[in-house]
């Protein structure tokens, strides 16, 4: 099964993360390897360049408030999202967890390979859970 877009529907994906410290978290995703984009950026909130369709918006637990009447969720206690990036290769997997790790983040969980998928996971600073997977294209459409 191959998987299409709804063409012309949707532009970009933006997710927007409270974060605990700012400028610690941007560093934080530039050691991945990802882009500050310093233009939708100001000091409650910084856009981190996924790529050309993702951006991750960090945001100061007081910024993240003025979003929603609801409360932030703690993740040292609950799960509010897993988000899940989709690489390559499975070495860019083990690459960006092994960042992930030297800059601050934890793991719970072994590289996982079911065949057509190879993943891989961390917790962020800030106790946000990111998959890090590689899908093997020609046994997943199948």
């Known amino acids: 099964m191959a998987l299409r877009s709804i063409s012309g529907m949707i532009n970009q994906i933006f997710l927007t993360l409270p974060v605990a410290d700012l400028p ?6 530039k050691a ?3 882009q500050h984009n310093p233009q939708f950026s100001d ?3 910084a856009c981190i360049v996924i790529n050309d369709s993702t951006c991750v918006m960090l945001g100061t ?5 003025s979003f929603t009447p609801k409360a932030v969720c703690d993740t040292s206690q609950a799960v509010e999202v ?13 690459e960006l967890v ?3 790790l030297a800059n601050g983040a934890t793991t719970y969980d072994q590289p996982e390979d ?3 998928m190879y993943s891989h996971s961390f917790v962020d600073l800030d106790g946000h ?14």
Not at 24 to 29: D, L, N, R, W
Not at 61 to 65: A, L
Not at 129 to 142: D, I, N, R, T
């Open 114 to 116: 079911l065949g057509f």
């Open 24 to 29: 610690k978290s941007v560093a934080f995703f």
């Open 98 to 100: 092994a960042k992930a």
């Open 43 to 45: 000091d409650t909130a």
């Open 61 to 65: 637990h007081e910024k993240f408030r």
């Open 82 to 94: 897993l988000i899940s990036l989709s690489c390559d290769t499975r070495e860019r997997v083990d």
């Open 129 to 142: 859970g990111w998959g890090v997977l590689h899908l093997k294209a020609a046994q997943a459409e199948q």
């Open 32 to 34: 991945l390897g990802f």
